[in-house]
Antibody, heavy 120, light 110 residues
Framework: QLQLQESGPGLVKPSETLSLTCTVT??????????WDWIRQTPGKGLDWIGG???????YYNPSLRSRVTISIDTSKSQFSLNMGSVTAADTAVYYC????????????WGRGTLVTVSS | QSVLTQPPSVSGTPGQRVTISCSGS????????VYWYQQFPGTAPKILIY???QRPSGVPDRFSGSKSGTSGSLAISGLRSEDEAEYYC???????????FGGGTKLTVL
């Protein structure tokens, strides 16, 4: 059974960089059929797609976050990562990693999510 | 402000049928599939409907999806108390090259 698990600091200071890693088990991160995405959800609010990466390293980003976000992949470790720079309190959210079938918005597997708080 | 528009809330009594609408544009729903997700408090969203009207295994046939033009719709028949959750629609947007979500609809079973 495919599983995804987010990891990283739960507290980040304003203006610093938020870094999270998603570890994939029970399946291949190198499959040609899937993208590996990051999604966030601010407390009490809706879902916000951050971006995604293909096993080759090609990426797609939400245009509103593109200037601050980098997503990378390490197929040898079955991990992909999110770096978001210059964070503010508005970036406080639950961050999810997910597997997306490369045909649209089919996010079939999700991690449990990790809360990241931006505060000094 | 979400790219896809959903009503903030809907409600119904047990056994009733409710529908949740999702309005988009030609660059997203109008040219791509609609997906629906169900989310309970404190848990990750779970895919409920894919490719407009397909149910993953394990999803009851009480849940159905449809699409017409630039709008999608989720119908839940035979409403149960355990259906009380937040529901999100989603689609790929060709102009943004992004996944876009609706703002979510809170379903209350009275």
């Amino acid at each position: 059974q495919l599983q995804l698990q987010e990891s990283g600091p739960g507290l980040v200071k304003p203006s610093e960089t938020l870094s999270l890693t998603c570890t994939v088990t029970g399946g291949s991160i190198g499959s040609s059929s899937y993208y590996w995405d990051w999604i966030r959800q601010t407390p009490g609010k809706g879902l916000d797609w951050i971006g995604g990466i293909y096993y080759t390293g090609s990426t797609y980003y939400n245009p509103s976050l593109r200037s601050r976000v980098t997503i990378s992949i390490d197929t040898s470790k079955s991990q992909f990562s999110l770096n978001m720079g210059s964070v503010t309190a508005a970036d406080t959210a639950v961050y999810y990693c997910a597997r997306r079938l490369g045909e649209g918005a089919s996010l079939g597997y999700w991690g449990r999510g990790t809360l990241v708080t931006v505060s000094s | 402000q979400s790219v896809l528009t959903q009503p903030p809330s809907v409600s119904g009594t047990p056994g009733q049928r409710v529908t949740i609408s999702c309005s988009g544009s030609s660059s997203n729903i109008g040219s791509n599939f609609v997906y629906w997700y169900q989310q309970f408090p404190g848990t990750a969203p779970k895919i409920l409907i894919y490719r407009n009207n397909q149910r993953p295994s394990g999803v009851p046939d009480r849940f159905s999806g449809s699409k017409s033009g630039t709008s999608g719709s989720l119908a839940i028949s035979g409403l149960r108390s355990e259906d009380e959750a937040e529901y999100y629609c989603a689609a790929w947007d060709d102009s943004l090259s992004s996944v876009v979500f609706g703002g979510g609809t809170k379903l209350t079973v009275l």
